[in-house]
């Protein structure tokens, strides 16, 4: 073959988001000419494998170092042709393959970053700051959760996400989209209607605001890219609608909207996406250990 083959595993956690899973992956190779990303292949008959498709002519060494940035991925191989069948060759299309194994996630330091792992700055009734281990909000329906390392990856790997890019996340909550942002270097912004998550947000590295999301601080076409987990509560969703159009102003010409919403909140946003004149790229759902949710990936169409 003319093309380096790679096999992308998917976590068993996510296996059943295949499709955003490969969007990921799409998006992660996206700068690379010529390159394919298909569910099926070599592997195919088992669960979770995506496979991809890259010209000899591009040095794979230039992307093995960025592996850990995709959030639905476990591990990474390479496709090495053999000239003749060993134990642990894969036939495919009549020829004998071994597999170099180019990534392996790091599940220790995975824990490490979870949500219930992490310290989280927080003012005490005294207004005194403290760290609160593993805070994931007050528990009501509107709390300030932070979501899983794995997803906020994936959702910022949907914009293509590039070192310095200008990122902001409006419903910041307790940061797990900001912690992420910042171990993928982006210039993170935040804000959040809930002035007590401002400090931990800003401990995270974020550029933070206090403000509500229907009348955002920000100059218009100010960001290269939205990425946030709005608000499930149905007394929120007219909120998030209104904001949607806030998000459309202070996005770029070119800029994108990824946008997780409960899967009660789909009909009317996908509605507003279409009035605002906001192309649709992503219309996914996913189903996060029993929350049905959906994934949506909106870019100005000027």
């Not at 409006?170 to 209607?193: H, N, Q």
């Amino acid at each position: 073959m003319d093309k380096n083959i790679l096999i992308f595993k998917i976590k068993p956690s996510r296996i059943k988001a295949l499709i955003l899973a490969t969007e990921e992956i799409k998006s992660f190779l996206s700068e690379i000419k010529n390159a394919e990303v298909v569910i099926g292949g070599p592997l195919s008959t088992e669960k979770g494998i995506i496979a991809a498709y890259i010209p000899k002519n591009f040095d794979i060494k230039n992307i093995t170092l960025d592996f850990w940035r995709l959030g639905y991925v476990q591990n990474v191989y390479k496709m090495l042709p053999e000239q003749k069948k060993s134990k642990n060759a894969i036939k495919w299309k009549n020829k004998f393959y071994s597999l170099e194994t180019l990534y392996e996630e790091n599940k220790n330091e995975l824990l490490n970053q979870a949500p219930d792992k992490r310290k989280f700055l927080l003012p005490d009734i005294t207004g005194n700051l403290h760290y609160a281990i593993g805070y994931r909000g007050n528990g009501t329906s509107t709390g300030k959760r932070a979501l899983p390392v794995e997803d906020s990856k994936m959702m910022l790997n949907l914009i293509k996400n590039k070192k310095n890019q200008k990122v902001l996340d409006p419903f910041a909550g307790a940061g797990g989209i900001v912690f992420a942002a910042k171990k993928a270097e982006l210039d993170i912004y935040s804000s959040d209607i809930d002035s007590e998550m401002q400090y931990g947000l800003k401990d995270f590295g974020a550029k933070h605001k206090v403000a509500d999301i229907k009348c955002l601080p920000f100059e218009n076409d100010f960001f290269d890219a939205i990425v946030t987990e709005a608000p499930f509560d149905i007394n929120a969703t007219q909120n998030v609608v209104i904001g949607l159009e806030e998000m459309k102003r202070v996005i770029k010409p070119s800029g994108v909207i990824i946008l997780m919403v409960a899967d009660t909140q789909v009909e009317i946003l996908r509605q507003k996406a279409i009035d605002l004149n906001l192309k649709i790229y992503i219309d996914q759902p996913l189903n996060r250990k029993g929350t049905a949710v959906h994934i949506f990936k909106f870019e100005k169409n000027l």
